[in-house]
């Protein structure tokens, strides 16, 4: 089962198989209803992942709208354009959007904002590759509740020993605060800037589903480095205090170019 759980496979297949169904497409319904997505608009989505946000806006775009996902990660973009074929993929870093200015109706952002370097510069790249009056729409973890099951597979990691699997792993800095999102909207030159924070319910199948999806996060590689024993031990530890179900707190912020 060790082998099973943190050899096999790569990281964006068990984002895509793990983490997507209970996390990811449901907060991407919700961003989506919150940017007011609508039929024949023209949307980015930036930082997209395996593509849920991008085909959750496609499907509210229909046949006269168009989708384009970005991702810094070829891997990542590889699995969404295999898995939604009605979306088109960039390779780009959020703060540079290698795409022309003034092309979308619409940019989105999910769970990608908190993690960049310069987010003011992101900020201001998708103010530029916006018409006039688009409008932006970005969600984030919200600094002070607890984020699970993230900061459960980071501290059982650092719990037993593993060294950082990448820079700041046990910071827990993966989140932000409804001001700290209004400020940088703000400053990019947004107007009509609203945030607001939403609480939704997790589920996953099984336990055993949520032990599975550290495979599908940064965390993932470094525990399929280990021996069966200690990825056994991995394993136990999180099937301890991982929850089926339980809550998930987000900033929400919406701007609209002016």
Known sequence: MADALFGAGTV???????????????????????????????????????????????????????????????????????????????????????VGDSSFDVTLCQQGFQFLTNRLAAAQAMMRVLRSSGRVAVAVWMSGPRLEPFDVYGRVLERHGLPEPFPRAYAYDFSMSPGEVEDVLTVAGFTDVAVETKVIEISWATVDDAVHGIAGTPYGPAVATLNKDGQQRIAAALREQLRPVHPMTAVLARGRRP
């Open 12 to 98: 964006p297949d068990a984002y895509e198989r793990y983490l997507v169904p209970p996390i990811f497409k449901p907060w991407a319904d919700v961003l989506v209803d919150f940017a007011g997505v609508s039929d024949g608009e023209e949307v980015l989505d930036v930082a997209s992942g395996t593509g849920v946000v991008a085909a959750t806006a496609a499907e509210r775009v229909g046949d006269a709208g168009r989708v384009v996902a970005t991702d810094v990660s070829a891997a990542m973009l590889a699995v969404a354009g295999a898995a939604h074929l009605m979306i088109e993929t960039i390779e780009t870093a959020a703060d540079e959007l290698a």
